[in-house]
């Protein structure tokens, strides 16, 4: 599996940055944290748009920068895609002549997409003729997405692609970065400071804290981390990697997952479509005895792994594994203390609230 490696430090007034990744040279890496933590200076410096003194950049076995023996690719010169958060599109061009802009800085027997497939996977293909002051915001940034995968890069860098949209726009776009995950098999590196979206797109994620890395690992386990206050806020939580398994009554369909079963309102995927689910810490109560009057369709067996505070004062977060999936917990500190509620024990999880992310 090839690697996306990166030692950087960089120093300003007031800001230090320090930083040594390897990154996993597939899937969506997200590079999450608060602002000014250091996100867009780390994917910068990827680019090469800024140089860290002494710095290493390496994609596989091609060296970007290693300023120990003099190396440093100009940033036109790496193999890579940068899509900014504002659609930065040549206004004069048609859609077309953007996304061939991009195909055109590659030989053909290099091209690794096909311009057609690229523009109907991004939804582009009945927008060609139009001019960009003539498309939404949204299709604006899916105009230049596309653009940035036509020029064949080894590696595409997204820096809050969706910043600039309104909430219905970022909604109508996630779809179109779901599918460029599962069409193309390009490793990205994208900013958010969006739980949310990181939980939507990602397989990795980077945790940067004041220039730090404070954690990085799969987005199951991070998520799932207890250790780590702050990082995630009221938005902690867990996702599920689910199949959809069947429809049932009552306009419900069950969704498995590598430890049980999910219910959910009933869902119009095929059966055996994998379904990715959110459940929010604050969304899941737990019980010492299998809970018989309750409204909660979803109660589920699981084993206490770990305990920790919250940054909320007067609040606990409960850790669990149900089968080999970690569930998160935010329950308060006396609820905790008075159920006795520790590491290694079996209790029952009532999950309130289980958001599709599909
Ligand atoms: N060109 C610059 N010159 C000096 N300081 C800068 C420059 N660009 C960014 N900084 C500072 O470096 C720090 C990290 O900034 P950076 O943009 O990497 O953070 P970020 O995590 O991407 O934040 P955001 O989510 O707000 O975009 C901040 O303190 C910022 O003020």
Known sequence: MSTIRARLNIERDGFSLAVDLALPGQGVTALFGHSGAGKTTVLRAIAGLERAPGGFVAFDDDTWQDEARGVFVPPHCRALGYVFQEASLFPHLSVRANLEFGQKRVP???????????????????????????????ERQRAAIARALLASPRLLLMDEPLASLDLQRKREILPYLERMHDALSIPIIYVSHSADEVARLADHIVLLQAGRVAASGTLTETLARTDLPGAFGDDAGVVFETVLAAHEEDELSRLTFDGGSLYVARRREALGSRLRCRIHARDVSLALERPRATSIVNVLPALVTATAATDTPGHALVQMRIGSAPLLARITERSRRELGIVAGMQVWAQVKGVALLN
């Open 108 to 138: 053909a027997r290099e091209r690794r997409f096909d311009l057609a497939q690229v523009a109907e996977l991004f939804g582009l293909s009945e927008l060609l003729a139009r001019r960009p002051q003539h498309l939404s915001g949204g």
